[in-house]
């Protein structure tokens, strides 16, 4: 894809790389906002973010991590987690995608059990 390729995702950002350009192996989002996504778990797949711009607090399972600008965040399939962004921008991806389709939309609500605290 070129530069100022991308798919626009309204409230989230760009989708740079899609799980069709990967085969289901991974996508790539650059998150611009404003949407935050409530907490939650993926159960099968790991996640990783890296801070482009502005400051984002990530929770991972009871951890909390301030992350600025150059700070990555990897999230073990299973933990719960949640974020707070604040204005900026960051990198988000995910692997492995789901059978159903190439999304990042396959979040389920975390449980008690492994809610961010």
């Known amino acids: ?62 951890e909390v991590f301030d992350v600025s600008p150059g700070g990555t965040v990897f999230i073990p399939g299973g933990r719960g987690t949640g974020s707070r962004r604040r204005p900026g921008a960051e990198l988000c991806s995910w692997s492995p995608l789901p059978a159903w389709k190439g999304s990042s939309r396959s979040w389920a609500p975390a449980s008690p059990a492994d809610a961010p605290a």
């Open 1 to 62: 894809m070129a530069e100022q390729e991308g798919k626009p995702l309204p409230l989230i950002g760009t989708l740079r790389v899609s799980g069709g350009d990967t085969a289901g192996g991974f996508e790539l989002i650059e998150y611009t906002g404003p949407l935050q996504p409530p907490p939650h778990v993926h159960r099968n797949r790991e996640e990783v973010f890296y801070v482009l711009d502005g400051q984002f607090t990530f929770t991972v399972g009871t």
